[in-house]
């Protein structure tokens, strides 16, 4: 295994792949990256379908036998992400079961068409679910105001649960409200309180989204610095006495995850966020490109501090420079719900396109 890889989880973090391909599978990638990059889950999300399904070959054939009885397109692309997906979290089982259901994860995305509408998340996630058949199967629902409320319901209801689309301390912690109240709503209900979740929050877009409106100095320092405060928020909840008495009851922690986590900035280190996101008890999903940079030439420092290090005078420092950082975390949401539900619909309109007899949807 690689030493900064092996570095990083004797550190307490968890290495998951930002992505999932029927190649990935067939060439035996995954199995690659579980065997020597110290992999132990995975996440998906609409774009990396996208990209999986409409830039490759790799699922023309079942897309053909498929369209030959009639199935609708998003009936049809489930077929094909639960194929992937429960392919996937058979490899990852044995890890699953090694750390008791911690790790060794995968996840699949309700509609994103849906991020407004709470029942009909609730009845698309306990859907997946049972359609994926898998223990190790995680529904990622987004942490918007309607998203909570289906984030509670289903995990009151035992489905397995990954927030997406959290940008802030904020964000994260109405997520965190909504599990506590779920796990609360299950020990009174007598139900088990082992239902799995974790919280993940996106880093490079904020500095994405400031480049061009702070001084050089500030450059990819924004992201860094939410999560560093999300962290501390993350800490003191576990510390807190309502935590403890769900953990005594028997609860697990809502980890905190960390997505967006490849550089876009080309001038910054490519390992940039893997660095400075090392962090006990949390995970980091990284893209295929930056998990092989770190593996070739990243180094693991002193850990996050608890306490967040210097984010809050950090994060002073860009209001001063005119971010408002309340509400470009509500922006950064609302743009990345956007964002998916245009790949949801490029990524339909791709299937269709290679169906036979069918012409793709305008």
Known sequence: MNTPLKALQALGQSIWIDNISREMLMKKQLQHYIDDYAVTGLTSNPTIFEHAIGRGSFYDDAIKNAARHGEPVEDLFFTLALQDLTAAADLFRPIHDETEGIDGWVSLEVSPLLVDD????????????????????????????????????????GVPINVTLLFSREQYLASAEAYMRAIER??????????????????????????????????????????????????????????????????????????????????????????????????????????????????????????????????????????????????LQRDGAAAFSDSWRKLLASIEAKMPHREASP
């Not at 698309?124 to 679910?129: E, F, R, T, V």
């Not at 409106?213 to 992201?223: A, E, H, I, Y």
């Not at 962090?279 to 996050?304: C, Q, S």
Request: hydrophobic share 45%; net charge positive.
């Open 186 to 331: 299950r020990i009174e209900a007598g139900r088990d309180p082992r239902v799995s979740s974790v919280a993940s929050l996106f880093v490079s877009r904020w500095d994405v989204a400031v480049k061009d409106q702070v001084p050089l100095d500030l450059r990819n320092r924004l992201g860094i610095a939410i999560a560093q405060q999300t962290y501390k928020a993350y800490r003191e909840l576990l510390s807190s006495a309502r935590w403890r008495k769900l953990e005594r009851a028997g609860a697990r922690p809502q980890r905190l995850l960390w997505a967006s986590t490849g550089t876009k900035d080309e001038s910054a280190s490519d390992v940039l966020y893997i660095e400075a996101l090392a962090a006990p008890d949390t995970i980091n999903t990284i893209p295929d490109k930056t998990l092989k940079a770190f593996a070739e030439h990243g180094t693991v420092g002193a850990a996050m501090a608890l306490g967040g290090g210097d984010c809050e005078s950090v994060i002073a420092r860009f209001e001063r420079a005119g971010v408002d950082c309340t509400r470009l975390a509500e922006r």
């Open 118 to 157: 709470s029942a009909k998340t609730v009845a698309a996630a306990a859907w997946l679910h049972a359609a994926g058949d898998r223990e190790n199967l995680y529904i990622k629902i987004p942490g918007t105001v309607a998203g909570a409320k289906a984030i509670e319901e289903s995990i009151f209801a």
